[in-house]
Antibody
């Protein structure tokens, strides 16, 4: 069955880099697009960026200068790197598989990241 | 970027009551998707392509709409339906989400 699981640090210092891994099973990252979505505490959902099944990437324009999304197809993993973190980057980071018509049909459990010194 | 505006922001409904949540897009979109998120859990795809129920979603839920106006309806509110619901469009890049409607049990 389809599963996505995020892993990464829970606490990151301001100005440092966040690195989160999404390990997927039940599908191949070369067959389906995968996006990252984040959610500040008590707030709504924000699309962060995507890696398309062909390997190209797209990013939220507001975050583009700080973001990098990549993958390891041999391990079926997708990686999110965001640098120069600030306190308003605090939140839960989810990876999600793309379904039909641009929706997200499967989500990981998320990793809660706190940016604090 | 297409902005999605959900209304109401918060509402409460009694068991058995009919509930309608709306989502308005700043420009026309081809489809709307809806997600249910219960407290402390990840979002779940609930309705996709405007009106198709995701696997396991009770048939008291329905979705409709076109162009810039979409809605999610619960025919008869049940306890387990209390959650936050988000709309999302993926037909225009970048994908965007509405701010959510928190549905509480009265």
């Amino acid at each position: 069955q389809v599963r996505l699981k995020e892993s990464g640090p829970r606490l990151v210092q301001p100005s440092q880099t966040l690195s989160v891994t999404c390990t997927v099973s039940g599908f191949s990252v070369t067959s389906y697009h995968v996006s990252w979505v984040r959610q500040p505490p008590g707030k709504g959902l924000e699309w962060v960026g995507a890696i398309w099944k062909g390997g190209s990437t797209d990013y939220n324009s507001a975050l583009k200068s700080r973001l990098s999304i990549s993958r390891d197809t041999s391990k079926n993993q997708v990686f999110l790197k965001m640098n120069s973190l600030q306190t308003d980057d605090t939140g839960t980071y989810y990876c999600a598989k793309h379904g039909r018509a641009g929706g997200f049909d499967y989500w990981g459990q998320g990793v809660m990241v706190t940016v604090s010194s | 970027e297409i902005v999605l505006t959900q209304s109401p922001t918060t509402m409460a409904a009694s068991p058995g009551e009919k509930v309608t949540l709306t989502c308005r897009a700043s420009s026309s979109v081809s489809y709307m998707h809806w997600y249910q998120q219960r407290s402390g859990t990840s979002p779940k795809l609930w309705i996709y392509e405007t009106s198709k129920l995701a696997s396991g979603v009770p048939n008291r839920f329905s979705g409709s709409g076109s162009g810039t106006s979409y809605s999610l309806t619960i025919n008869s509110m049940e306890t387990e339906d209390a959650a936050t619901y988000y709309c999302q469009q993926g037909s225009s890049y970048p994908p965007t989400f509405g701010g959510g409607t928190k549905l509480e049990l009265k």
